[in-house]
């Protein structure tokens, strides 16, 4: 593993890792991510058309900020973690390859969530089945459970190498809680898989459950840092 680290004491739990490869084709191919998002809009010929693009900004900005998120946590991984090897590799360019198959999906949901508001109602090109949107839901929670399960492995792997890598206490400590951090995402996509295969008609109310993530992520991160605080403080100066 080729990585320079900074001069840092026991109680250091940040690292600064030379950008790898890995990192600088994963930055290409979401910044690929971001172009197919915008790649079907065509220049407006009128000013009607270019109001309705306008009106799309919503659907376009969650849909970029869903992928702002992916890409810094998968920053934040390398920058903590520095990992080259062949598992690493493996889980990264399955991660990177996910995210280009789904950005179609992603796009469709939430275009279609604000559809009225864009196109006017009834006059919305993108249609669906109420049938088929139990199934439109599962689709995303799938994304959503690939994604952050390969999270999840990374870090596992991250800890599992711990003596290798030399994480320090604390660095060994950050590294379990971003893995559980990442658990909790993991569970709730497979709550939204499941109240949108038991809700049928009902299933856009699935998507409610990713509004969970924030305040559990929030009350797990509060009682971990107080432990923290104490793994901390009992680490003797060097």
């Not at 390859?97 to 006017?120: A, E, H, W």
């Not at 699935?206 to 901390?232: D, E, M, N, Q």
Request: charged content about 20%; glycine content about 6%.
């Amino acid at each position: 593993m080729s990585s320079t680290r900074s001069e840092r004491n026991e109680k250091d739990s940040k690292r600064n890792f030379e950008i790898q490869r890995i990192e600088t084709f994963s930055d290409g191919v979401f910044a690929f991510a971001v172009t197919l998002l915008i790649v079907s809009l065509e220049v407006p010929k009128s000013f009607e058309e270019l109001l309705t693009t306008m009106r799309g900004f919503f659907a376009f900005g969650i849909s970029f900020l869903l992928l702002v998120m992916i890409w810094n946590e998968q920053h934040r991984f390398f920058r903590n973690y520095g990992m080259e090897d062949i598992w690493t590799i493996t889980l990264n360019g399955t991660l990177l390859f996910i995210v280009l198959f789904y950005v179609y999906p992603l796009k469709f949901l939430f275009t279609l969530m604000f559809s009225d508001q864009i196109y006017g109602i009834h006059n919305s090109p993108f249609t669906i089945k109420q049938s088929q949107v139990p199934m439109l839901m599962m689709i995303y929670a799938l994304g959503f459970i690939a994604i952050y399960s390969l999270f999840f492995l990374m870090y596992l792997h991250a800890s599992r190498n711990a003596t290798k890598l030399g994480l320090t206490p604390v660095e060994k400590f950050d590294c379990r809680s971003g893995m559980y951090r990442i658990l909790i995402m993991v569970i709730a996509g497979f709550g939204s898989f499941i109240a949108a295969f038991l809700l049928n008609d009902k299933a856009g109310w699935a998507g409610f459950v990713y509004f969970f993530i924030g305040p559990a992520i929030g009350i797990y991160l509060t009682r971990r840092s107080r432990i923290r605080r104490k793994l901390f403080h009992a680490i003797p100066e060097k």
